[in-house]
C-alpha cells in the first residue's frame, strides 16, 4: 500500500479536498481518499506532492453526441469541439481541454472546470466516466488562484 498527498487532491466525485490524502495499491487501485479538512499532519510512509493529485479515469462514448445549434464561446461548445471523434477521453486530454477553458474563462477555478467539462461529455457527449487505476499528479498549475496555466501538465505517478 502507498500514500500520496499533494496541496489538493480532486476525489472520484469530482470534489476538491485541501491537503488530501490518497491509499492506493502497487497498481495503481484506489482504496481511501482521506480528507484531513486541511491539516496534513506528518505519517509514516506518506510522500506529499506540489500539485493537485486526480485518480485515474477515462470516459468512454456511449451514445451520440447532442448537437449544438451554433458554435458558440460556451464550455460545452469548446469540450464538444474537442472531442468530435473521439470515442474516448483520457485524463490527459481533460488537462488540455481545461487549458482551454481556462483561455475563454478565466475567472473559472480548476475544481469548476473538470466538473463542468465532466457534466458536458456525460450529458451532451454520450460519455460514460469509467475510473481507472492510477495516479496523477497535475503541475504548473497556479495554486493560489486553482487556475490551469499554459505551463500546466498531468504527469502519472503511480
Known amino acids: 500500500m502507498r500514500k500520496f498527498a499533494a496541496n489538493y487532491l480532486v476525489s472520484e466525485s469530482g470534489i476538491f479536498l485541501k491537503n488530501g490524502i490518497v491509499t492506493a495499491t502497487e497498481d495503481g487501485t484506489i482504496l481511501s481518499m482521506i480528507d484531513t479538512k486541511g491539516d496534513l499532519r506528518e505519517t509514516e510512509q506518506l510522500i ?37 471523434e473521439s470515442n474516448q477521453i483520457s485524463i490527459q486530454n481533460l488537462n488540455e481541454i481545461g487549458k482551454r477553458v481556462q483561455v475563454q474563462f478565466p475567472e473559472m477555478k480548476i475544481p469548476t472546470i473538470l466538473n463542468e467539462i465532466s457534466k458536458v ?12 487505476a492510477g495516479i496523477y499528479l497535475l503541475t504548473g498549475a497556479n495554486l493560489i488562484e486553482l487556475r490551469f496555466t499554459p505551463k500546466s501538465r498531468l504527469k502519472k505517478i503511480l
Not at 52 to 77: E, H, M, R, W
Open 48 to 84: 506529499f506532492y506540489n500539485g493537485i493529485l486526480i485518480a485515474g479515469y477515462s470516459f468512454i462514448k456511449t451514445n451520440a453526441v447532442t448537437a449544438i445549434s451554433k458554435p458558440d464561446q460556451s464550455i460545452s461548445s469548446i469540450v464538444l469541439e474537442s472531442i468530435k
Open 121 to 132: 461529455l456525460q450529458t451532451s457527449g454520450g460519455y460514460t466516466k469509467e475510473n481507472l
